[in-house]
Each structure stands twice: as structure tokens, then as C-alpha cells.
């Protein structure tokens, strides 16, 4: 882990996973499960900085980024599951944008 970091979300946070499609022409190695893109959940910590998977893929540099536990009620992603079922994933903050209110 690389410190010092600051991370742009706190614990509580509503944050939305951005909706991206990177250009086709880039090789890229995303590393946000689809299933959860432009889903919003709540940031239940930071984890602290690491280099970017996606350029470490490929031998890039690799800047480090903050990653997050977020957390997603399950229903309104997958359409099963029952109230209070929940994800948890890891998410890096370049794919995380504040929840519009």
C-alpha cells in the first residue's frame, strides 16, 4: 500500500459507479464489474492506495489510486434477492462519482 493517501469519499458517502465504455481502440483491462456500473451505493471504507490494475496490465505506469469497499443492496442489481441483501465490492475511486441528490 502506498501511503500517504487521501481518499475523495468517506465512510457513508452515496457514490455512483460511473457508466463508462472506454474506446475500443485502448487495450484495457477494466477492473469494474459491469453489473454495477451507473449503480449507486455507499462507501463503506477506503482501503488505501495501489497502483492502477488497469495500466499494470498492460506495463504501464501505474499511479496509485484509492480503492473502496462499496456497498450495493442486491435486489436492484442482479432483480433477485430479498430486502437487506447486499454486495460488497472493491472499486477504485477514477470509476466513483458523488451520488446526484
Known amino acids: 500500500m502506498t501511503a500517504p493517501f487521501a ?3 468517506q465512510a ?3 457514490v455512483r459507479v460511473k457508466a463508462a465504455r472506454p474506446e475500443r481502440r485502448f487495450r ?5 464489474p459491469h453489473y454495477v456500473r451507473g449503480r449507486c451505493g455507499t462507501v463503506l471504507r477506503a482501503l488505501g492506495a495501489f497502483p492502477n490494475p488497469e495500466a499494470l496490465a498492460f506495463d504501464r505506469p501505474a ?3 484509492v480503492l473502496y469497499h462499496v456497498l450495493f443492496d442486491q435486489p436492484p442489481v442482479w432483480g433477485e434477492g430479498e430486502a437487506g441483501d447486499e454486495l460488497l465490492i472493491e472499486i477504485f475511486e477514477h470509476w466513483l462519482e458523488e ?3
Not at 28 to 32: Q, Y
Open 7 to 9: 481518499p475523495l469519499f
Open 12 to 14: 457513508g458517502a452515496r
Open 99 to 101: 451520488e446526484a441528490a
Open 63 to 65: 499511479e496509485p489510486r
Open 28 to 32: 484495457i483491462h477494466l477492473r469494474t
